[in-house]
């Protein structure tokens, strides 16, 4: 059960970012408010994630960490995923991969804490925590030397751990998040803060920049129940950065190679070639008419409609731009 565990885990967690996205994503599915995520050395000696959400009972702690657990669905409901998480691997892998721990107080309980090394769990012990739960892994990949030399430097995959965070902020705009790099010791320093509730614009203002909202195309397109709204860069703005496409459907930060296909065909005949413009645009849709069950990383979707979600989002941005008079 070990070996396998610590087979399937590279799936999931890869290096300190997949483990952030995870441990952030379950934050925001437990309805967080806030979310705050410590690092040092790139994530590689520490990741913790807290969050003040509705939390974990302390009899459920030993499920939360089985494989193929979870609290989301109920097996019947797989084409109608509301959740980011639904596969129950998360939290199972990376007690595989490192010294996690898991703590959590639901409202009206005890906390309790349960801890998982090397892919052995431990007793459900009581804690200390005021509210909601706090994941930790330590040393990721310590046991797994091979794995180890794989990661980038600390730095790099700090780096890798900011732009995760900025691409969830961006997708739950209404949490707040502070991201900590205590490497070296002491408070550490604040890498990224947003505060919840700060609105959609101003949101995307801290992530993209002030410039960036200051300047964009403003995008808001509704047909046969897909909604489509967020700010597109105008043509003049154009940077080659591929990061700065964000795409979120339902909520969920993608990478859709339908989605930057609509953005290049809207943008074709007004941008130099080689150029691409810098989005954050939010889609939203009946959760059956999208299949997020692709891949494991879940950053693919797949559409019911193509045709017609393509057509939007192309028809949506060449409006904004006829509009900016391009
Ligand atoms: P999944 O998110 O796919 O369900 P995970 O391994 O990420 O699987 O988490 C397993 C279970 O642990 C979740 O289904 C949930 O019940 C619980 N859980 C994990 N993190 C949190 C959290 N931050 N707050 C509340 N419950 C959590
Ligand atoms: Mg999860």
Known sequence: EAASNRIAAGEVVERPASAIKELVENALDADARRVEITIADGGKTLLRVSDDGHGIPADQLPLALARHATSKIDGTDLLAITSFGF???????????????????????????????????????PAALSRGTVVE??????????????????RAEAQAIADTVRRLAL????????LRDVSGGGEGRVVFRADPDEGA???????????????????????DGLRLTGFAALPTEARGAAVAQHFMVN??????????????AAYADVLAPGRHPACVLWLDLDPVRVDVNVHPAKAEVR????????????????????????
């Open 87 to 125: 596969r129950g691997e998360a939290l199972a892998s990376m007690g595989a991969v490192g010294r996690l721990s898991l703590r959590s107080r639901p409202a009206g309980a005890e906390a309790a804490e349960i801890t998982v090394t090397a892919g052995r769990i431990g007793p459900v012990r």
């Open 251 to 264: 909520g969920r930060p993608v990478r859709d190679r339908l989605l930057l296909g609509a953005l290049k």
């Open 171 to 178: 997708a739950a705009p209404d949490a707040g998040f502070t």
């Open 137 to 154: 892994l330590r040393d990721l990949f310590a046991a797994t030397p091979a794995r180890l030399k794989f990661l980038r430097t600390d």
């Open 201 to 223: 614009e101003a949101r995307v203002a801290r992530v993209l920049g002030r410039a960036f909202v200051d300047t964009a195309l403003r995008v808001e397109a509704e047909r």
């Open 303 to 326: 559409f019911r409609e193509a045709g017609d979600v393509r057509g939007l989002v192309v028809g949506a941005l060449r409006h904004a731009l006829a509009g900016a008079g391009h």
